[in-house]
């Protein structure tokens, strides 16, 4: 029988699985009242019950809510424990209790290694952390609102990082002067965030947000990491979970949020093993789940700025005077969304012009008109997910039809949907509003006509560029700036490159040796979530050769 939410959640460990986890951890005494950690704290144990009842605890506004109590053969924790990040609540001796304790090291291990343990622990704290977003109980409070790009950006951070936090939104909680006042921010400071209801920010960058919840572990310039991962999307999170489950010791660099492109797909269809869909933001979530189950280390929103070091012993600029350093490194930086050139765009950007078509921005256009740009299957997916909610979706694109561009079953699900208007021939020609975005025009190309509607959401699907720029010109690149692995390399371009060894490069590697690449941002790329997952995990196995020399 299928367990219930509340069973996933609160698992009762076997006397034999608790013999288990005792033989590993450390048995002790814990009188009433007793903190076994508190909220905010940086390395926080893991516990699992054997007598008695440990209570967890959420701080608002002065008082104490209770969020679980667990009885014997039960145990703490949720994902935060897993990634070393601070802990959310405060965990706390309802009465004399006996625990075994465990560090993070220790849980770690158990997981890796005890799968029948490690499958309940996993699913419990992936478990809890969903209920942890679902209600908002989390240590950051975001006040903002739909008008202003900046908050779009920061509940985006947040989503894709799996960090729960509460909204406040300017323009509808009648409460809000309260808090405003209450942290001695205004309205003009949005978006603002309070962490811990201790620090505000206003107006955060993501990097500020990271840093003041906790989501990165602090840099060791010193450590020769065996490799460094370039970019959190499917290529990178997949090399990092297996080099990491191999024993590998690796960094992953994410410049923003892991899941990359394929985190701002509303619907992945075609990625085998889930034949009713996937959204690109739960793949991605369970990917760095298993990325942090194995022990890879994730700094978010810490981009590469500057490629350095040579073979057997690379620097990767991570800003601020700081660097990381590896014997190898896979980049796995993918693609850049390809912005248009009207000037009007960048204004617009998050208060009407979006880049992606998830839950979130479908959320604040339900009954409205919306255009997508684009005849790609990534402008095809979001017109069609659109349009379960909008009123109606104008699909724009340059040429005369999507045959050419867009895959066979979503051309037919446009044709088919009452809501979607497809329009041939046809481009931008003004974005208008003030604050928000309030009209758009666009023009025929075959005929010069142009129509005027006022819309108030444009979803930009229209392609991407590599990103490619930091690496300064160190490696290979092709005409378009993708980076040529393998038997791409002509010897011409290894001899420019200095490649110093007798052997020639393995698949996916680079003009430098140990240096690889993977994804969308290799030459020759299939722009699929499929192949940049195949691909990250083929380039462990030849890192593995090349650590081994
Ligand atoms: C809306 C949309 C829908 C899609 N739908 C599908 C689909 O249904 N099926 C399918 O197979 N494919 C789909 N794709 C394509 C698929 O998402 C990509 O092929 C895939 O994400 C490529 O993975 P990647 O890891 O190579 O690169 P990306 O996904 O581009 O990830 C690269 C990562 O690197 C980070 N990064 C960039 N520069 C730096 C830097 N300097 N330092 C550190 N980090 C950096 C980025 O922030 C990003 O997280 C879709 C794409 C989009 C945009």
């Known amino acids: 029988m299928a367990k219930s939410n509340a069973e996933r959640m609160f698992p009762v460990l076997t006397p034999a699985q608790i013999a288990r986890v005792a033989a590993r951890g450390r048995v002790r005494a814990v009188t009433a009242a007793e ?13 699992v019950v054997t007598e008695g009842q440990v209570e967890v605890i959420r701080h608002s506004g002065g008082a104490e809510d209770l969020v679980a109590a667990y009885g014997p053969g039960q145990f703490t924790g949720e994902m935060n424990m897993l990634a070393g990040r601070p802990a959310l609540v405060r965990a706390r001796a309802r009465v004399d209790c006996e625990v075994i304790e465990m560090d ?8 890796q290694t005890d799968s029948e ?30 008008h202003c790009g900046g908050t779009l950006r920061v509940k985006e951070f947040l989503t894709r990082n799996a960090h729960p936090y509460a909204y406040v939104d300017l323009d509808r909680d009648s409460d809000v002067q309260a808090l405003l006042d209450q942290f001695h921010v ?31 572990e602090a840099v060791d310039s010193a450590q020769l990491h065996d490799v460094i991962v370039v970019g959190a999307g499917p290529a990178g999170l997949a090399a990092a979970v297996y080099a990491a489950s191999e024993g590998l010791d690796v960094l992953i660099v994410e410049a923003n949020s892991p899941g990359g492109q394929a985190g701002s797909s509303s619907k992945i269809e075609n990625y085998l093993g889930f034949p009713t869909g996937i959204s690109g933001q739960a793949l991605a979530g369970r990917a760095f789940a298993q990325a942090e189950k194995f022990g890879a280390h994730i700094l978010i929103a810490r981009g590469a700025i500057q490629f350095n070091g040579e073979h057997t012993r690379y620097a990767i600029e991570i800003g601020d005077g700081e660097s990381v350093q590896a014997r190898t490194i896979l980049i796995a930086t993918g693609a850049e969304y390809r912005r ?3 000037e009007s765009f960048p204004r617009f950007e998050g208060v009407g012009v979006y880049y992606g078509a998830t839950f979130m921005e479908a959320q604040q256009c339900v009954n409205d008109e919306v255009v997508v740009i684009g005849g790609g299957n990534s402008a095809g997916q979001a017109a069609v997910f659109l349009a379960q909610t909008a009123k109606r979706v104008y699909l724009l694109v340059r040429s005369a039809g999507l045959a050419q561009t867009m895959s066979r079953y979503l051309i037919r699900r446009i044709e088919e949907h009452p809501a979607i208007v497809l329009c041939t021939h046809s481009e931008i020609a003004a974005l208008e509003g003030e604050a928000h975005l309030e ?17 108030r959401h444009v979803f930009v699907m229209a392609g991407a560029k590599p990103a490619t720029g930091w690496l300064g010109g160190r490696l290979a690149l092709d005409d378009k700036g993708f980076i040529k692995t393998g038997t791409e390399l002509s010897k011409e371009e290894l001899i420019d490159a200095g490649w ?11 003009s430098l040796p140990g240096v690889f690449a993977a994804g969308d941002v290799r030459a020759g790329n299939l722009k699929r979530v499929a192949a940049a997952v195949g691909e990250g995990s083929i380039a462990v196995s030849f890192i593995h050769r090349v650590l081994a020399d």
């Open 35 to 47: 903190v076994l950690f508190e909220s905010g704290d940086a390395t926080t144990g893991f516990f």
């Open 104 to 111: 993070r090291g220790q849980l770690l291990a158990l997981v």
């Open 117 to 146: 343990i490690g499958e309940i622990l996993m699913r419990a704290f992936i478990v809890r952390r969903v209920e942890l977003i679902a209600q908002g109980l989390g240590d950051a409070i975001v006040i903002g609102s739909n």
């Open 186 to 216: 205004t309205a003009a400071d949005v978006p603002i965030v309070v962490c811990r209801g201790e620090i505000v920010l206003r107006r955060p960058s993501n990097r500020q947000l990271a840093d003041c919840l906790g989501l990165n």
């Open 340 to 342: 248009p050139l009207l």
């Open 439 to 455: 009209r758009v025009r666009w023009r025929n190309t075959s005929t010069g006509e142009v129509e005027s509607r006022d819309i």
């Open 500 to 510: 110093p060894l007798l052997r020639a490069p393995f698949l996916l590697e680079t």
